[in-house]
Structure formats: structure tokens, C-alpha cells
């Protein structure tokens, strides 16, 4: 760890934003909105635009959002997925900005395919959507494809076995990648959802099934976790 | 899977409508409410009509009702059970448009008994009576039959054993089910409930009980699903 | 509960056996083996026998097999589903010495599917199976159909649709019932085994994917427990 | 807590005998054999039976046992419960040292009705049984009178409501305590066992039903905890 | 079960009162209140008092006791332990209602000491001193007095070994109530309370640490059970 | 234990005011705000200044601070971490009124590096910081340092070093505490955070991580405990 | 689903071994050896052989190994990772009998970095090795460099960016994954193992702590799933 | 990390062992035994002592430490506590080989008092004692001093409270380390154990309740890791 390496962040005293996360790790940090006050929210993702970084923000509630726009900024929000992203300036920046030392954004990656199982896991759908086409990644949507019509799946099947990865999003019984996983030859990406009752126990019963799926090729993240979904598979598109 | 039956689904976008379901399975799909905006939640109500399928919502709260309500239509709403269904058209809908290939619907089928432990019990039980009522079955209700008082039980027994089949509702402890499958022949529905508090666990001690019964012929279902064990006893009823 | 029906039962100390259970619920008491000495597992046996009962005996091991024949007695015991039973006379007796108010044995019931999702799970489906055979329910076997080749389900799935009941072994991510019953009209009856490894947690996980199917008409017995399960098919298959 | 306190109490280093306890809380120390080595186990004992104190092992195995046989000590022994105690020299010991500052031995307590639902939960109810007896309590065994054949435990319910405590001893899904309290005015102390497969969790289900009682008056103990129960008994039955 | 029993509730279709409990148990039914309307258990209150039985209430929201006053019923509510019971009649008609086959109510029953370790452990413990109270029996309280601070509870064991039974209520880390068992010879029944954060798991923590007290005697009931504590003490107080 | 000793607390009734916890343990007793009504803390936090006690309130809603306010009281509230304390005289008092019996603030203590994983962390950590200021003691703040990007903690690994103690905070995966305490050579105290969501379930992930962590010198407190490190260290500090 | 797809699986009875797996998503079956018994488990093994079909087989006893050795089979096996595969032929027969229509084996594909902690993870990250390595995956091996010690990954971690996947394995607290993915860019895979004791519980504090992983890029599988990792390695790897 | 600090490890390929370790942190490396081969354990032992570290060994099973005996190797081992240490040479190449840049050998510090509930803790009791006295500290042992008869602990706390630190260890309730943490003002190090049955899961009960100790001082290590107590407190005593 050189000195050099030592300073590659951006301290705000309450957060130390890692301006060099995109140059070592592919990706930029991305800013998970729970659980900080509005105006934490807001100095972070002015700091990253100042820094030319163009960053995300997940699990934004609708109130930091409108803190934000009530401070003067335009922003990129989608109240169902609950991602942000301040517009305009950091692409521009971006272009400009950007030497050799750093990564050139994705362009032309994917197409990825993301599937849900039922309507009430489009939130976390569209979480993983949309932070592909963030980063440039073409995605193909497939939702309420669950398995109890399994013939809703098959009639779509071709279009994701033309799919370079899928994203598969189920909550309940968490059975869909499993399946899919059987029929493509393309990694299989699950995400379980908090989507149901009783004894889904808040997306458990679907994580489980989903680490113990049967069919090969499946890898799972956290529960409701469509960034991080997208975020491997950004990786796993660029692989070189 | 010929290309005539991969067809057989209502493409909204955000959902997949299974209007074959019910000539594939013999109960129609249903809408599980929770999760949806009342935007989702009316269209696919509209469009399951328009498709001439009756269909029944559950865990429909106060709000989406008062929204389908405020958009003009007509429906059956019961605020303890949460069922929803639209009035009116479907089932002259379903007189006359059924052909040859399409389920006649079910009549002068049971009586189901649904019994229950306690009062709180009774969302899930009334979830469970107004669903097979939905589908023309007939439900002989015994509530508050609690093993803590066992003479409440044991008075209606007679009138229990009677039926084809027992829907046995409790929280709490949930040895219902148990004791009367010891008393009755006909196949005992278990459904747990999230009533209690402390090491109910919303419903997990109920569910473990049933699960663990030492009592022959009993079956359970999710926590709070009356509206699975309703569709689970149809489907027993038209055993052929 | 008349003094009459209070002796309905045979005293052994440490066992109260429930002769009267048969007229009651439809079926005979099973004796569960496990926890049992070889001696008392023998004598009550034998005392069902005296009393004209035929009795099955479930998760039997080999010692306490071994131990019985010792003894003297013929037994019927298969060492994969460790079923047991004692040959020859109770059939006998049942013919001759059943009078009007006992149950007539079962003919001529089913046919029930009974499926399973991979080879380890075959214990707990011949279990069911034999259950089934023994009260004289016809059973189509349809092993190692699990959903990673799910053509191997397909290509059976016109048979299972023969089927009145289907029930549906699997242990692992246990997506196998829900897929099935997506598919067919007959109520299904799942089975979570103990297979897997890891998060499989013993059969939880599968039992987990069981309760939140999202096809209806799914209910569930405990873990590895296809004696359970085979006698609520036996009781959908009697109402009357 | 005076020096004189302070020093109620044998030390053997690895151990601290609470030789005090009886004359504090009306019943004298016992010994939890498991992970105590034979040798540990043996001068325990011994330094008891020394200090003229009665002591009870639980959960000792038959290799402890055997141990402290070969070591020239005549004991009482049960291999179902795995109760242990030294034979002869303390109770006379005890009627001759025993001063007017020490307890008087309880004599014609009881009775006490220890119940169990299954014959596999027979060495958790023995347990209880047999501590009680070592009191010099009176006990009423009605073993095997499990819900699923309600009327063996209706048929014994006259004798039950004539004991002053009763102890309902249940593994699987853990009814019988709270059927039982419905029908007594006694209190019952309830004690799981870890009998059963599967989801009964090695007794957690039938822990959670019992804690979970909608009938009044239960009360619980430790999973197999028979000897618990007998010592709460003993103190019920002292209360002046 | 004659006839005479099985009629001896009041059925309400949506409830069936117990009345005949206290005859049968020793105690008339409780009520517990979550889970009901406002309207529902108003009439199971009035129903009671109308057949001349005193009844508690329980877990009783302040909306459901303002509905009750404003129907115009005088009760008697704590909002802490949220308990309540209507006042006035029900012990004018017991006095004169009660026939030689009803129960006499408990006369200078107790004295029973209900320890709390800290304040926030109150409204369970008061639930069981007012539940004690509303019996007739003699309640001594020893709050705060948990074993960060042992010479608290120290100076009061005198008064505490003078009680017959303890009540010992505890969240958090839950060593209260085995403190007490190794100090005083009477029964000490544990109540763990959902009071604590992170790890206390609300409750879970203080309940396996009661079951698993190493000190005798000790009991426990379900988290925030001072009622079931409470009847639980009653039982025992009328051991004969 | 002597009379005197039994007399160091005073009595409120609904609490018994610990105030020799300071002579007996090095640090005064806190005051656990949640589950208290604001009169109760008022009462508590007024009688311990009366005694002369700096006392500490934890978790202590706005509401409860404003009521504290409202009555006269100047406060010191914080209101990210949601500690408090009275302003002013206790300082006064405890200069003139601490006797030769009763313990010596602590002076120049520390310093401690306090670090926490990520912004979200900030009001656990900065709960432990306040804590260790209000007993004079040196705190090093380091924050959002979190695993994901390394450098960031590499960069201050040599400020941590200087710290006699390090306190390590951490939701979701809670890696950092062992990374830490595998590059230093003092002791490090582990908070697990409830920040996250899905599987991180509200702590217990991050919990599990540092009591399994591969490093050693790490123990750890319980989810969201900043104040219990707090008094760990100061204990620590106090080594003699 | 045409009829020739139907057919393509060999149907043992107990087995349906999916011959077309291959084809359809680009890695054959491979036999979970556990749970079958040694019998069943050499007719599978043998049938894919003779249709030409590679296949490996994972967690195989001892006692399966030598069996099929004493079947006169030449085996490939390795004790320590448990993974089996049949020598000699099928590679042959896959050199020529591949048709068009069939999958290539994997030429030259990688390098994979496996990663694990400890020494004790070993057999799990073998598992993973050897799976790529019968698949034609070149793999980098860094065994032992866990958090502890930080310095031991750093100085490898040139070597590890170098390869196009990270597989990294870990019990206990299960952090390398996190450390790592926040060091490069490729995608990591996460495999928590069962090693550990008390609060790792078999692997889950490892699998929570590689779900709640802050650093992006990283997915999970199964508890001790190291041969699932390679398959999703593998996929990874044939992204076109 | 420089070059020459990447280097301070030595590679055995299965193992990459930390000789830097008590440099960086001031204890050196120990050697978790389970799950490694005796063999493996061997090369690791004296490959640490070539590199003239002593190394302490934990959880070593008896057939590892005959296999190192039998390999020639002259070794401390306690069958107890599973502490293993190879004799002799290695303190003999510290005193000559350590330079100035290496740590001195802790002397003369302490005492340390551990002390443990009862008698079946003493395994995990001695790890954290033999661990001290590795590493020069002295130990007062107080075993057997659990809360059931407190007079045994209170006898002891003049002695506990003259040792610097205090380690509690406990199953079962797990409530020693509370209680002494109220009465000492020392560090309190909790060690839960898996002592016990029932509901103290393996440790878990006493988990739960050292991470809710209402006393304050406590610190908490995994279940059973004596060895993890041991070195914290050693890090305590260091700090300077």
C-alpha cells in the first residue's frame, strides 16, 4: 500500500468516499441510502460529482429524494426501485475527465436478461435494471414469469437463452432460477425478495432455495439485493 | 409445450395473467394483493374480467379496495378477510361464454368445515369459508373451538364429522387441527395463524405443532393462508 | 365420552394402544418405532395382532427388525423406506372377524402419483408408497424427475395427470410440489426430505419452498415423514 | 452473607458442593452426570454421601454407572431414565445427624400425576417419576395418553383431577399439557421432550406449543427436563 | 362428556364463552384482547357478567377500553399492564349467584412476591400483581431489583422467602428468576419479558436463559405472560 | 453481605437507584431510556444528581429529551446517538462531595480509537465515543473505514496503533473488528450494528462475523451496544 | 417440449440420468454421491459412461470409492475433496463421438483463482480446483491467506487479479471474499465452509457474512458447495 | 505493504504460516487443530519452531497428539482442555534469537482470575488458563462457583476482585459473568460453553445471555474459545 494508493479517498469526516474504487475494482462505489440523514446524502454524491465520479444511489427513500431536489439538484429517481443518481454533469465530466489511468465506461456490454417470478418483486427487478443501463448494459425485462404457469417461462425462453447472463428475481418459494438454470447455459444470478408472508420469513424461504438449487450455475446475493446482482454481473460481462 | 399453449397468458408488462389456469389446474388464478400499487392491482382485475375469468384477490387492504372502488367498480370486499372480488359481470361472463374446453364451475360441492381456535383466529378462517364460497362450495363455520374448553369442540363434533372435509384454523399453540384429526375420517386442513405474541413467533409455534402432529390425515399450509387451504380442499372435493 | 368407548383401547403399561382407531378416523394406528425398545416395539405388535388390527410400523431399524424376527415372527420389512409389518394372520382375521361397525378395507383405491426429485430422496417416497400398497392404494412410482431436467417431469407429466393424488418427495431447494401442481388438476401432497447438505438445514429449506408455493393445491406434512402423507391421500381418496 | 454462610460448601476443586442447598431451598443439590468424568462423578458423590447428604445424578450414562459399580459402590440405577443414586448409608444417616436447623424428609406428599403422551417419551417421565419417589413423593403413572386417541386420556381424566400437581410430559407436537390443564384445576408443568423427526427440532416444536398454551395454569420446563419438573413439584407441594 | 357439559358455554358465533371454566379449572376464562374489534369484545365482557362470571381482560389497547367506556361500561383499565375488567356487578352476582357447584372465590390467598429486574420489566409484572389481585390474593412487590446490583434484591430476600410462591419477571439477560430459586425454598415461576434490544431478540435471550437455570424450582411461562404467571401461582396456591 | 452494604440504593418504587455501583465497579450505573415513561426518567435522572451521581442516559427518544427539557432540566442530548445527561451540577457535586471511600474520575484516560464501518454505523459509534468523553476519556474517531475499500483504514492504521484500545463498529458483514485486530497489538472490542437489510437480520450477521473472528484479541458486546465498549474499555483502561 | 426432447434422459428406475444436460446448458450432470446407496451409485456411473458422457461425482465416501474399485473400475479419487470420476474411456469416446449438435470441451479456458482462508477450508476449495481442472479450467491455487493476516493475501493479490475469476472459500467469519472483491475486478464467488465451531454454526456466519458482503462483485453459493462455484465459474467463463 | 513485510510469512502450500505475527500483534500465531491432518499439524508445529516461534496448539484431539508423539516429537498436552505445545526447544531459541525489534515474553503479569460455573466447563475453563500461562501470566482458578448456591462465588470475590481481569465461563444459563461483573470492577471476559441440553443449544442460551448482561464490563468470545478469552485478556494486560 503506497502512500500514493493511501490517498485515493475522499474524507468527509462522517464517510470516506472511495474515489478510486472504480480504477481497482471496475465499478464506482455506489452510495447505499439507508440509514444516513438527508444531508450526509446530499454532501456524498456532491463530493463524488466534484471527485467526476458518477455514482448510485440504493434503498432511496422518497423523502431524501426530495431533500435532494429541494436543494437545487436534478436528479434521476425511480420511486419504485428506489434508485438515484444526480444528472447531467458526471457523464459529461466523465468523458472529459477521464485519462488513461481510468476506466473507460461500459459501452455495447450484455444483453443481460433480469426475470421475475411474480408483480410484487418488480422493485427489486428494476433495482438491478437499472443499474445496468447505468452502466450501459442492454437489458432484456421478463417479469411475472413464476413457476406456478410455468408456460409464461417457456414461451420466453429463447429470448433469455440469447441472454448473455440472467438476473432471476423471485421471492415466496424462490423457485425460478432454478429452473431457468436448467434450460440456459448462461450464469444464472439469483435474487430473493422479501416478497410474501408467514413462513417467507422476509425472503429467507426464498434464499434458501435458491443456495440449494439442484440445477447448476446458480449464484445467489442478498436478499433484495438487485445492485448487487447487477454489479456481478457487470463484472462477469467484463471479463477479459 | 406446443406454441398454441405457450400463448395462453394476458401480457401486461409487470404481469403474466395465467388465464389458462383453470382449465389447466381447475381453480383460476388468484391475485395475491399485498405488494401491488392499486394501479396494478385494478388492471389485472379488469383484465381477468375482460378474459371472463372470475377471479379472487386476497390480503387486499383497505386502501386498494377504496381504490378499485373509486375507479368504478363494483365489488365484494370484506374488510376482516381481505378477499376481493369484482361484482357482477364474470360469473354471467361465465354462464354463457364456458365452452367444452373450459371447467364448469363447481356446484353443490361440499360442505368443508372450517373451524377455528379463537376470534382472532378468524380473518384466515373467514379468508378460507369466503374462497370456497367463491367457488359454490358449501362451509359449515365452527369458531372459537379452543382444546382450552374442549366441550365447545366435543358439542360440535357430530356436525364436524359430517363434513368431507375439516379446514382446522389456530395461533397460539395450534393443537386444533391434531385433536380433531384424531376424531374425525375426512382429511384435516391445518392452517396456522399469526395470532399470539411472545414464542408464537407470528405463527411458527402454531405451524410447528401441526407439523408434528401425532394425529393421522392431517396436512398443513402457509401461515395465514386460508385462502391455500380453501383452493387445497376444492381440489380434494373434485377428486374423480 | 361414554364409558363404553373409554376402554376402546389395549393397556401395556407403557403403551396404550388405540384399537378403536380405525372406526374412528378411517385408519389403524401406525406405531413409530424410533424412541421404542425391540421389546416393547415387539409386544405391541403382537397385541394389535391378538386384537385383530393390522398395524404398519415406520422408521423402523434394522436392529429392531432383526430383533422381532428373532422372535419368531414373519415379518414384511424393507430396509430403504424402513417399513414394517407382521405377515399373514391380521389380513386373515380382518376378513373373517370384521363386523358391520368396523371399516372395510380400502379396494381398489388411486391410483396416487408418487414422485420424487432425486434418488436420495427414494426413502421417504417409498415410505408413502408402501403406506399406500399397504391399505391398498395403487401407486405409480415416478423417481429423480427434479426440476433441473425438467424434461424428465414432462415426459411423465400425462400419467401424473392420471393420477386423483399426486405426492411429491424432495428435499434440497424442494421446488419439485409447486411445479407439479402448476400443472395438473389433483390436489398434491408435498414432502420435504432431509436431503442436502449445507443450507438445506435438514429438509427446512425444502419444507420452506413447500409452504410458499406459489401453485395452489400444494399441502405439506413434516420432513421425511411420506407415512403422513400417504395417509391424507388415503383420506382424500374415501370422501364420500 | 456471613463468614458461617460462606463456608457451606465442600471443595473439591474441580467442584463446589453446595451441601448448604437443602436447608436453603428445601431440596438438596443433584448431580448433572453428563460431561463430568466417571472419576469426577464418583468423589461427588462419595463427598456427599460423607457430609450425610442425599443426592440424585441425572442424565448419567451406563458407563458412569458401571464405573462407580466397579469402584465398590452399591447403587440404584434406572438405564431408561438414567437416574443414579447411592444405595443405604445416607437415609440413615440422614434420620440420625439431621438437626432441628435441617429439613425434615418430605413424607405422604403427593400424589402426583406424571402423564406422558407417547411411549418414546417414557425415560423424560421416569425421570420425573422416579426424583419424586426419591422425595418420598407419591406418583400416579399414566403413560401413552397422546391427543391422537383422546379418549385414553378421558378415560384416566377422573384419577388425574384427584393428584395435586400434574406433570404432562409430550416430545412431537407437545398437546398434552394443555389439554390436560383445560381439564384439571392442579397445576401442570409442562415438560417437552426431544422426541419426533423432523420439524419437532428435537423438541423445540412441543417447547413452543406448551409456552404457547391457551389453557391456564402451565407451566414449563427444559426440554427432557423430567427432573425439573419433579423439583418444582416438590416445591408446590411444600408450600405452607 | 354428558350433554349437561357440552352446553355449558355461551356461543356467540364469532366466540363461545367458557362459563363453565371456573368450575372445571378453578379459574374463569380471560380474555385475551389483541386480535379482537372493539365491538367483539365488548359483548364477550357483557355476555360474561350477564351470566354472573367475574372475567379479566388482557393485552387490552387503550382504543378498546375507550370503546368500551364510551358504550358506556365503568371498568377498571391500567394502560401499563393493560389489563381490564368491568366493574361493579360481576362480584354482587357472584355473592349471591354461586351455588355449591361453583367455586368459592379465593379468600386471603398468597402472600406471593412479584420481582421485576428493571423498570421496564413493570407492565408485565404489574399484569400479574393485578391478575393476582383480581383473585383475592396478597401481593408483595419487589421491582428493580435485577442482579446488576445483587445487594438490591439481597436486602429484600427476607421479605421475599416469606412469600408462598415468587413471580420473578426479567427481559434482557434474564437471571433473576435462578438467582432467587438458589436463595428461597418456594416455587419461583419465570416470566421473560421482550424488554432488551439487539440480542435479547425480544425475549428469546431472558426465556432460554430460565429454561435453562441451573438453580431448581424454577418454571417459566411465555414471554410477557404475567397473566398465564399469575393463574399459574393460583393453581398453586389451591393445591390441596 | 453486611446492613450497610444493603442500604446503597435508593428506592423510587418502580426503581431502585444503584448508587454504590460506582464505589463497587469503577463506573456509575446508566440509565436504559427505552421502556421508561418520561416521568420515570425524569424522576430516576433527578434523584441520582440529588445523590450526587453523573449519570448517563442511553437510547433516549426525542420525545423523552424534550419532556426532560420541558420540565426545566438542562440537557446534553444528542440526537444521533441518543445518549444523555443532566448539565451541570453533578460535575459541581462530585468535585466537593467525593470522599476518600468513593472513586476518583477518571483523568487523561485513553486515547481510544473509535472506528466504524460505514456512515450508517455512525450513531452506535458515536454512542461508544460520547460515553468514554463523558468519563474523560481521549477518543480518536475513525469512520467509514469499512473493508470494501481498504486503503481507507490502511491509510489510518498507524493513528489506530497509538490507541490503547480500539472500539471497531460494524453492521452488515462486520469485518472490520478482525481486520483491525489482526494488524494491532491492543485489545479490540467488536460492536455489531443493526444497519442493513436481508440476511444481515438486523445484526446477527454482523454479530456472528466477530464472535467467529479469525483474529485474535477481539470480544465483543451486543448489537448496537456502543455504550457497553464504552465501560469495557474504561475498564480496561483502569487496569491497576 | 417436442417428443424427442422428452426422451432425452436414460430411466434406471430410480434414476433418470439427464444425458442431455450438456447440450442443453453447457456442463453435464453430475451425481451427488450421498445419500445413494453404493450400488446405485456404480449404475450411474457406469450408464453415462456408456453414453458417452463425462461425469463427476461429489461428496463420495470412502466407502462408495472402493466399492466401485472393488467393481473393477478405475477411478479417479480424491479423499481429502471427496470428488470421484471414472477414468479412461469417456474422454475418448468424447474426442470422437461428439457431434456438432454437442458442447466442445473446454479448451484452455482461465485461469480461476481459488482462494481459501485456512488450511482446514482446503477440501472444499480442492472440490472447486478439481471440478474446473476435469472441466479444462486452468487454476491458481492461494490456500491460507486469511484476514488474520493480511499481508499473505496482499502479497499474492498480483497473482490474483491476473485471473479471470475469484472462487474464495472461508469458514468461521467468512470475510476473504468481501477483502478481496474490494482488490479487484473480477467476478467472486463465495463458498462458505462448515469449519468452525460454537457461533459459526456449520457455515451460516460464513454465508451471512459473504451475503452482507459491502464489497461489490461478489456471489454465493451453498455451504461447502465448492463444486457448484466451478460450475458457475465455468459459465462465467463461456460468456460469448 | 512493503516488499519485505509481504515476506514474513513462511508457505508449506497448505498452509502459509504468520511468523510475524506477535511482532504486528503481540501474541503470536495459534494453531486451530480441528480440521487439519495430523500431518498437516505436524509439518506446522515444527515449522514454527525452526522459525523459533513458540506456538500454542487448541482443540487438538487426542489421535493428533499421539500421531506427534509418535513422530518423535516430546509435546504438552492436556486431554481436558485440548491445549497442545511441542517441549522445549522453542523457549530456548527465544531467550537467545530474539533481537530487539521482536517482542519480550510477557513476565510476571496478571492475575488473571478464571473462573467457571460448573464442573463440566472446565475443559474450556483450562484452554483459557493453560493459554495465560503459555504466555507467562498467572491464573486464579475458581471453578464451580455458579449462581445456584451463590455463597460458593461470594466466598470467592475478595480473591476475584484482586485479579486484574476476570474470565467467566458458563453454560447452561450462562448468568456468571453478569452477576461477578456487578460486583468487581475489573474486565469481565464471558466465555459461554456448550455445556448443558435442551434449550441451551449448544451454547447459544449462554450466548445470549452474556451479550445482554445488565451488568457492565462484560466482553463476549465465541462458544467454547477459552483460547480467544485468554489472548484478549492478554492484549488487556499489555496495553501500555
Known amino acids: 500500500m503506497t502512500p500514493k494508493q493511501k490517498q485515493k479517498y475522499e474524507d468527509l469526516g462522517f464517510a470516506k468516499l472511495d474515489t478510486?474504487?472504480?480504477?481497482r475494482t471496475g465499478t464506482g462505489e455506489a452510495v447505499y441510502c439507508a440509514g444516513k440523514t438527508p444531508e450526509q446524502l446530499l454532501r456524498i454524491l456532491r463530493k463524488f460529482r466534484e471527485k467526476g465520479c458518477r455514482v448510485l444511489g440504493t434503498k432511496c427513500s422518497a423523502e431524501q429524494a426530495k431533500f435532494i431536489t429541494d436543494a437545487g439538484e436534478q436528479i434521476r429517481y425511480d420511486s419504485i426501485s428506489r434508485v438515484i443518481s444526480l444528472l447531467g454533469d458526471a457523464p459529461a465530466k466523465q468523458k472529459r475527465g477521464r485519462s488513461a489511468g481510468k476506466l473507460k465506461r461500459a459501452v455495447n456490454l450484455g444483453p443481460v436478461a433480469v426475470c421475475c417470478a411474480g408483480t410484487a418483486d418488480l422493485p427489486v427487478a428494476e433495482e438491478a435494471a437499472q443499474?445496468?443501463?447505468?452502466?450501459?448494459?442492454?437489458?432484456?425485462?421478463?417479469f411475472d414469469v413464476g413457476i406456478a404457469g410455468?408456460?409464461?417461462l417457456l414461451s420466453k425462453i429463447g429470448d433469455i437463452r440469447k441472454s448473455k447472463i440472467v438476473i432471476a428475481v423471485a421471492g415466496m418459494e424462490g423457485a425460478l432460477p432454478g429452473v431457468i438454470a436448467g434450460l440456459v447455459k448462461s450464469p444464472v444470478i439469483?435474487?430473493?425478495?422479501?416478497?410474501?408472508?408467514?413462513t417467507s420469513f422476509d425472503g429467507i424461504s426464498a434464499l434458501l432455495t435458491m443456495l440449494n438449487s439442484c440445477a447448476e450455475g446458480v449464484t445467489v446475493v442478498n436478499i433484495d439485493n438487485g445492485f448487487g446482482a447487477a454489479i456481478a454481473a457487470l463484472r462477469m460481462l467484463q471479463i477479459k
Chains 1, 2, 3, 4, 5, 6, 7, 8 share one sequence.
Not at 190 to 198: K, M, Q, W
Open 20 to 23: 478510486d474504487r472504480e480504477a
Open 150 to 152: 410455468l408456460h409464461r
Open 190 to 198: 439469483a435474487v430473493p425478495t422479501s416478497v410474501g408472508y408467514g
Open 131 to 142: 443499474t445496468l443501463e447505468f452502466y450501459g448494459v442492454k437489458v432484456n425485462r421478463h
